[in-house]
């Protein structure tokens, strides 16, 4: 079976963990939510040695995920778990040694991925999953106030739902009030390369 690879997790990562260095100094273990291809755990998790990164998606992508585990040799990138946003949290974080844990989630290029459902069960699951005072990081495309940013995420918003017409770059102002209403208060909003953001929330 062939290793997945994703170009744009080559293009963002080094922008991305600029940011992440500063939001999870503090942080002990970080839930990614969506892993993919792995090459943002394993590069994220080499660049924070002070904590451990637990990949997680669906079962479907664990073999990318864990080849380049193995052939990191790292030992604070955990093997993943399967997380499906259909799912709660708690049956994937069932484990004794990630209850009460979690202190940091991190997303990248998901929530305009799945469903308006699934990103309201995502919040519901970082509510549920994240310690007071864990930050979560969010990195993707947003529209603000109703708008594109650029021509190249309208395009990209007329693929996306073109290919499920329940997917589609989010409202940035849409976010922000699941984020409030999970009990998340936005920190920052970070500009990044090709038209995306980088938003940190921290559960109060």
Known sequence: MDIAFSQACENNKQPIITVLQNA?????????????????AVFFAKQ??????QPSDLLVNHHSINSRRQSSGLTN???PIVLDLHQPWQL?????????VIDGVFTANTLHIVSSALVKLFFTGVKQSLVKGGVLCVYGPFNYQGKYTSQSNANFDLWLKDRDAESGIRDFEHIENLA??????LISD?????????????MN
């Open 92 to 100: 994937a974080l069932a484990k004794p040694s990630l209850q009460g």
């Open 180 to 185: 409030e209403e999970a009990g998340l208060a």
């Open 190 to 202: 970070n500009p990044m390369p090709a038209n995306n953001r980088l938003l940190v929330f921290i």
């Open 77 to 79: 990138m955990l093997a």
């Open 24 to 40: 999870f100094a503090n942080t002990k273990r970080v839930l990614e939510v969506g892993s993919g291809t792995g090459q943002h």
């Open 48 to 53: 924070l040695p002070q904590l451990c990164w």
